[in-house]
């Protein structure tokens, strides 16, 4: 990836086909079952493990003036702020006797890897869904970026609306994360050698262990950049102006912008697609999917939860 610039964001992908050489397949069983981990791009941290930015108040930007008039002065208010980054990673352990059935420790952790990465990965999205853009913008509560579908129930969806902006909305990650060649720095504990730990059964036993560890996080740092439809049920679905207005709020654009639910809401929505549809008599198959709003990408992913939210409060 000769022509990979350091200084753009990118997908885990291409920095995986970057930094990743020597574990090129981490990256496809981490985003197996992550849609939306695929898409998000990430830039490096200015500090390694923590990253600094500024979040602009107030930009004054330069103006068109008659000849031989004073200037107006240009400048920007900002604060500046300091996000960290997290400790993606974990540990497996097994037993004496179990590494030793399976042909030694390597070959019972490499098994079980894609299982654990493919987790982790779900795991780190839904983090990202939840507790990072959802979180955002109810904490927030900024004027059309919240929107109330109007179930009144706590069995309820949620479609998110994110539109990323280099140095501001933007995943972070470390390179010091990668010197092993690898997305996570694996390390076996105790050296690789035998220590004793408690099983999943409560009980003290020999074995060995594995430690993963990744250095990666989130930041938004402008809140016309992240909008949420909430309070979302089969009774109660978000109207066409609701979508086009969030997307609008958040000053959408193809190329940096999604929307992103859960499959199943997808399939309420097709509803308005099913309204527009002409069925001939002989006609075998009618296509109420869609891939896009109004030009903007759509990501499904089962990482949201799956009709159980609890209503929130607009």
């Known amino acids: 990836m000769a022509d990979f610039n350091i200084d753009v964001p990118a997908t885990l992908k291409e920095l995986s086909d970057y930094y990743a050489k020597k574990q090129p397949l981490m990256v496809d069983q981490i985003t197996e079952e992550a849609p939306i981990l695929a898409e998000i791009k990430f830039e490096a941290a200015s500090h390694g493990l923590w990253n600094a930015y500024e979040e602009v108040t107030d930009i004054q930007g330069a103006e068109m003036v008659e000849m ?45 890897m894609p299982k654990i990465l493919r ?32 179930a009144t129930g706590n069995s309820n969806y949620t479609i998110l609306a994110v539109r990323e902006v280099p140095g501001e909305t933007i995943g972070l990650y470390s390179p010091e994360g990668f010197q092993q060649g690898a997305m996570f720095d694996l390390s076996g504990i105790n050296g690789g050698n035998l220590y004793e730990f408690t099983d999943s059964k409560k009980r003290n036993i020999l074995g060995y262990g594995l430690r993963l560890k990744a250095y990666f996080g989130y930041q938004i740092a402008n809140h016309k950049t992240v909008a949420a439809i909430v309070n979302i049920d089969q009774d109660h679905m978000p109207t066409p102006a609701m979508l086009d207005d969030i997307l609008t709020n ?12 859960h499959a199943r809401v997808l399939g309420m929505l097709g509803q308005y697609k099913a309204d527009k549809l002409q ?36």
């Open 279 to 314: 069925v001939a008599v002989a006609a075998k198959d009618m296509d109420r999917t869609f891939t896009h709003w109004n030009g903007i990408k759509i990501v499904t992913s089962y990482n949201f939860d799956d009709g159980v939210e609890k209503r929130v409060n607009v």
């Open 68 to 112: 031989d008039s004073p200037l107006p002065v240009v400048g920007m208010a900002s604060e500046l702020k300091k996000q960290d980054l997290s400790i993606w990673g974990g540990k497996i352990e097994v037993g004496e006797d179990k590494a030793r059935m399976f042909g030694g420790k390597e070959k019972y952790f490499a098994r079980k």
């Open 250 to 261: 958040i000053r959408a654009t193809s190329a940096s912008t999604k929307l992103y639910m």
């Open 119 to 150: 987790q982790s990965g779900m795991s780190t999205e839904r983090k990202i869904i939840y507790d990072n853009w959802r979180r955002y913008v109810i904490d927030n509560k900024n004027k059309g970026f919240l929107k109330d579908a109007g």
